[in-house]
Every structure is written in C-alpha cells, then in structure tokens.
C-alpha cells in the first residue's frame, strides 16, 4: 500500500521563492506587554508571487536579561491554530537569561491582519462549544456551517486561501533571517508542533534546537497514511479522542487512589459513575446557578467539553473532581439547581483564546476532508466507541472543511517528513494521556523525522514544559549546549495531580 512520500521520490517544495527579507523596527510594545519589543514584519500573501501583494505580521520580543553573553533567538508558537503567539514566555528562567525570545501572530491571526469571516458581533462556528448529538442537531450544524462558510467566502479575503502551516513557515524563514540567525531555534507546542516539523522538511539545513511539544503526527493532521485516509475527516483521523480517554481513564485512577478527590467513591467503578453522569445529563441537562443569581442549562456536551478542557492539566485535576461531583449530584432525580460548578477553563493550545474561523482556515488549508458534510456523523459515532462525547467533539471540530473555499492550500506541505536536517529535532510528548495530540503521535513524529529525539514525561496533559524539572532541564541543555537526553529518558512530573500548585 502507498505510504508517505520519501525525500528521494518527492519534488522540490516551493520555499521562500526570492522574497524580500523583512525590515524589522522594534519599539517598546507599551503598557499591555511591559518588557516586550514589537516589530511588524511585511511577507509575501502568496510565495509563488513573491513580490506581489504582502501581509503584515506582527512580532514580539522578550529580549534576554543578559544581552553581552546573549546565545541567540528561540522563536516560538503557542498552539492553536488560531492563537496568538506575539507575546512568547520566558520558556524557562535560564532560557530567558541568555535568549531572546519571539513569538509572532501567524498570519491571518490575532495583530497579524486578523482574518474575520463575520460582520456581526458574536457570529462565530461554535465548534469549540458544543457538538451535534441527534440526526436533528446534526442537520442544523451542517446547515448553520455551510451557511458561515460561505460568510467566509464573501467576507474574508485573499488570505483565506493562504494560511496553510507550510506559509507560515515560510514566513518562520524570512523572520529568522531578520533577526540575523543563521539557523533556527525553536520550542512550539500542539499546533505549534506541526509548524516546527514543517519547517524542518522545508528548511533543512537551517534546523538548528528545534523542539516540539504535544506532537501532532504530520501525516494524519494532512493527508493520512492510507489514500483512503484522505476521505476522512481531519478531526478523525488525528485520533485526539483517545488521547482524551487515556487522559480521562488516568485522572479517574488517580482519583480512586486519593482522599483529596471530590469524585471518589470508594467500591464504585468511576469511569461507571462518569458514564452514568452523562447517561442523565443527555436524557436531562441540569440547571446551575452563576454567583451573580443568573442560571444556565449544563448539558451532555457542556460536560464533555469542560472536562476535556479540565484534561490538558493534570494541576486542574482536583477543579476537575469538584465540577465532575457537583453535577453528579444535581443530575440526581429530584435535585434543585445548585451553585455553578468550577472548572479549568484551560484551552487546548496552551496559549488562551482560539479564534475559530482562523482555526479553521488553517486547518482546511492543510488537511484532505470528505466533501459531503453528511459523512461526519458516521466518523463521530465510530470515534465515540473509543472516547465517548470526545469523538463527536474532535470529529466535528472540522466540519467546515467540507466545503471550504478553495481549501484545501495547493501550496501546502504534505511531505516527505524525513527529510535530513541539520540537527536533530527534540520531540517531547506525555504518555499518560494527552487529550489533543495523543502520545503515539509523538512517537510516530520522532521516527518520521530523519534525525527525531523522543523525550517522555509520565504524566497525563497537554503539554511537558513547566511540568517537570527534568523537562525544563533537557530544554535548557538542547538550547544552549546542544545536547539532548539520552535515548529512552523518561522524566517524572514535579507534582502528582491533586498536590497543590506553587
């Protein structure tokens, strides 16, 4: 059967094609990002006209405290798609003493010429809030979609066909060349992931410590293994809803195993006790009440969301117990409505709010999809036999790629993924259940990418970085010496999921 393309067999891609290296100016960002620089850069809207129309990116620096024995840049992204990355973190104390450190707003996004599909305000897809459950939910969310899809396409522009992740990573190359470097360092996480292993492939030789972090596997978020694979759903494919069960299933033992778990019961099989939770709120959703005396309606799907979005922390877990008990007891026949329950309201990109329709330019830009919108509800059942309520979530979250304008990028970069850089390429993933980009896909990256290092944390969640001394100390090390662990090395989280939080 036809695998992925090899770096012998498959064409040149098209790179930067000529393009201008951007001037950057940098300012003091100002008040909203004290000790931030920001610089805006002009890049090509398209590379095969490359010095036709431009787009603006915006970028952001946070400049190395020690700026005579200053080692370099570390660029960064956050995740998404869809999220802002201008205002990068200090990624580790030392990292930040000797790094600058930049992050920038992926075109189309955020500062960077933020792509809007709608003209009114609170128009939006919704994905990231619900998901259809009945054949009648199903046709209202492929009309509602179809309908916002075509907003997009009356609405949004010639950029709407140009934020593929092989475009951002072009513009990735021209914005190392303008802060001087000759080769990249770079820690991306989630999304941010597949940025990194697309540019390694585009840009070999220039792969200086390049990290990657909650690994998406390349070849699923695109095209698939298989050629049938291309005629599923992008969010099937991915296979996040088993992650999210693994996640799931780990913060239940961990729960059944420590006092300091609201949703114990001792002798109870809790994944039983979750299942019958959701079994209530889907024949009755219950009614809480906010502090502020309003009420609102918590049903099967606000559940299963909060909870995945509880799961991309193990230090939400005890929150997690907490909302997961308050609704097991108002779901009880004969309750009254109670105080609203807390969760972590944590996003899957680690790097706060996603913006959907930019979400979703990216994604349907990169990514083979059914084009009949009615194929997703077979793929949400099939996927909720593995995670139940997180298969229907992932699966529909590509709903709007079915009939995507002009989707999906020709210019987009579907391999070879093994193409040899210039160094190895770190690649850090969490075994215990990552409810985004499961475990496997890490794995499955590090063997695909000609020279890959796998670097495990045992532990559960969306992300390694700030999780784990031993995590922070490899990063540390890649960067400024270059070295990597040895192969095999497993580190230990620095806290188990109920301790406090420092």
Known sequence: MAGPPTADSAPAPLRTNGAAVPALEWTPCGDSAPGYECATAEVPLSYRDPAGQQTPIAVGKLPAVDQEHKLGTIFYNP????????????????????????????????????????????????????????PEQERVAIEDTTRKVEQCAQNAGPLLRHTSTANVARDLDLLREAVGEDRLDYYGISYGSHLGTVYANLFPERVGAVTIDAVADPIEWTTGYRPEEAAEPQGFRMGSFGGAQQALQTFLDACAGDERCAFREPGTDLLGKYNALLDRLLAQPVTITRPDGTSMEVTYQTAVIRTWRALNSAS????????????????????????????????????GTVGEEQMLSVMCNDSSNPTDPRAWSDYARRADEVGRGFGSFWTYISLACANWPGGPDPDRYTGPWDRETASPVLV???????????????RKTSELLSDGRLLTLDAPGHGARGESAC???????????????????????????????P
Do not use: W
């Open 471 to 501: 995590i922070d100390g490899a990063l540390n090390a890649y960067f400024s010496e270059g070295a990597l662990p040895a192969e095999g090395t497993v580190c230990q989280p620095d806290r188990g999921p109920f301790d406090p939080v």
């Open 428 to 442: 850090i993933g969490n075994r215990q259940g990552d409810p985004a980009t499961p475990y496997d896909d890490a």
């Open 79 to 134: 995740g998404g798609p869809g999220t802002s990355g201008r205002f990068a973190p200090e990624l580790t104390p030392e990292l930040h003493q000797r790094f600058d450190i930049v992050g920038f707003d992926p075109r189309g996004i955020g500062e960077s010429a933020g792509l809007s599909c709608f003209t009114e305000p609170g128009d939006g897809f919704g994905q990231m809030d619900s998901f259809p459950v009945t």
């Open 316 to 351: 939400a877990s005890a929150t997690l117990a907490d909302f997961l008990q308050q609704l097991h007891e108002l779901s009880q026949p004969g309750a009254a409505a109670g105080p609203a329950p807390k969760v972590a309201a944590q996003s899957a990109s680690q790097g």
